[in-house]
T-cell receptor, first 113, second 114 residues
Framework: GENVEQHPSTLSVQEGDSAVIKCTYS??????FPWYKQELGKGPQLIID?????GEKKDQRIAVTLNKTAKHFSLHITETQPEDSAVYFC????????????FGSGTRLSIRP | NAGVTQTPKFQVLKTGQSMTLQCAQD?????MYWYRQDPGMGLRLIYY???????DKGEVPNGYNVSRLNKREFSLRLESAAPSQTSVYFC?????????????FGPGTRLLVL
């Protein structure tokens, strides 16, 4: 069945350095790839998304890249800050059905001062 | 706007007890979802409601039932709770049914079944 794999499961970086989280998906029909940030005790919140007709998207310190041929997409956070510490989830969505979205297993990002 | 609200925030149940988790959204969204979140497994879809009056099973529906009471409210019921249902439950809503729509999540309900 459809699957989204996310790596690494935990990531620790020095404040100011960059962080990269990678996801691969199995269904080539996937066409929407959101990234969610979940802070402790809260629900996930969308931070950036990308559609299959775009290769890269940036929003200030956050960027997402998509390689449709290889079926993988990545989240890049530059100049990391303490408030970036959280769990990040990738997801892949396809078709027109409301049920067709699969989440990755999450990456716990810690920023060392 | 309060966005998506969930009650209760925490609940402890004994095996076999029943309870209903409540979810409401004030954004006039059409679609609503229930997920469970377990360590290392991401978010798994339990049930969803593409629009008022419709509900469908997701990836892990066994042991749960849902009711889309109106456009605002979508409840999740555990008829006979089991320890395997210990989890964090999230409700989410989407403006309209279809692909490529941002999901707006509630703060979650932490459930412990003893």
């Amino acid at each position: 069945g459809e699957n989204v794999e996310q790596h690494p499961s935990t990531l620790s970086v020095q404040e100011g350095d960059s962080a990269v989280i990678k996801c691969t998906y199995s269904d080539s029909a996937s066409n929407y790839f959101p990234w969610y940030k979940q802070e402790l005790g809260k629900g996930p919140q969308l931070i950036i998304d990308i559609r299959s007709n775009v290769g890269e998207k940036k929003d200030q310190r956050i960027a997402v890249t998509l390689n449709k041929t290889a079926k993988h997409f990545s989240l890049h956070i530059t100049e990391t800050q303490p408030e970036d510490s959280a769990v990040y989830f990738c997801a892949a969505s396809w078709g027109s059905s409301a049920s067709k979205i699969i989440f990755g297993s999450g990456t716990r990002l810690s920023i060392r001062p | 706007n309060a966005g998506v609200t969930q009650t209760p925030k925490f609940q402890v149940l004994k095996t076999g007890q029943s309870m209903t988790l409540q979810c409401a959204q004030d954004m006039n969204h059409n679609s609503m979802y229930w997920y469970r979140q377990d360590p290392g497994m991401g978010l798994r879809l339990i049930y969803y409601s593409a629009s008022e009056g419709t509900t469908d099973k997701g990836e892990v529906p066994n042991g749960y039932n849902v009711s889309r009471l109106n456009k605002r409210e979508f409840s999740l019921r555990l008829e006979s709770a089991a320890p395997s249902q210990t989890s964090v439950y999230f409700c989410a809503s989407v403006p309209k049914t279809g692909r490529g729509e941002t999901q707006y999540f509630g703060p979650g309900t932490r459930l412990l079944v003893l």
